[in-house]
């Protein structure tokens, strides 16, 4: 009643294109100078969100991209040109946003979506679901998207003792080191979108 290729082919996937690793210095900066709780509460907040939006994409994905006109290059361009716009933030070192809404836009903008639940995870669930035959392959698809999101909140969970080892002076050099992953996630995620549109023209 499972079948372990899909779930694991599926899952590798994910785990590539998510990133719990490389996710770490990024939670961590923009996550810095908060008590733990409200850090522990947004690396939570975070991955519901990104499985949130990863469900409706699998359940009902290209209905969506159709009926808005929406194509997948269009999504990852329009993912990479936000991503791009959050690194510059954090290179530049801007954080004098009010403190409840920074909260709210880092829990759900960019962690959730799209940085976790991105354009990439979203036509790889969206194609696995559509592939996957019969009962036995929507639950191994379902098993390594929830798998997968267990795996990401345990990152960023315990991804916060960095913080205490590192103090005030290591938080800044995380920030702008995550500034700098970030902006060449989002340049690479706007080049394949156009390179998509150029193959498709």
């Known amino acids: 009643m499972f079948d372990f ?16 690793p490389g996710i770490t210095p990024i939670f ?17 907040q975070a991955v519901c969100v990104a499985f949130g939006v990863i469900a409706v994409f699998g359940i009902c994905g290209q209905q969506i991209l159709d009926y808005l006109h929406v194509s997948v290059p269009a999504l990852m361009i329009a993912g990479g040109l936000l991503l791009l716009l959050i690194a510059l933030d954090l290179l530049t ?27 990439g995870a979203i036509v790889s669930v969206i194609l696995a679901v559509q592939k996957a035959d019969g009962a036995v392959g929507q639950v191994s698809v379902w098993a390594a998207i929830i798998a997968m ?29 995550a500034g700098m992953m970030l902006s060449a996630i989002a340049v690479q995620q706007i080049i394949n979108g156009v390179l998509q549109v150029v193959r498709g023209a």
């Open 93 to 119: 070192g801007k954080t004098d946003e009010p403190k409840q809404t920074k909260d709210v836009n880092v829990a759900l903008v960019p962690l959730g979506m799209p940085l976790l639940a991105g354009p």
């Open 149 to 177: 999101h267990v795996v990401l909140w345990i990152t960023m969970r315990y991804s916060l003792v960095i913080i205490r080892v590192i103090k005030d002076g290591g938080v800044v050099l995380v920030t702008r080191l």
């Open 5 to 20: 290729a899909v779930f694991g082919s599926l899952f590798l996937t994910l785990f590539v294109i998510m990133d719990p």
């Open 28 to 44: 961590l900066a923009l996550t810095s100078g908060r008590p733990v709780k409200v850090q522990r509460r947004m690396a939570w």
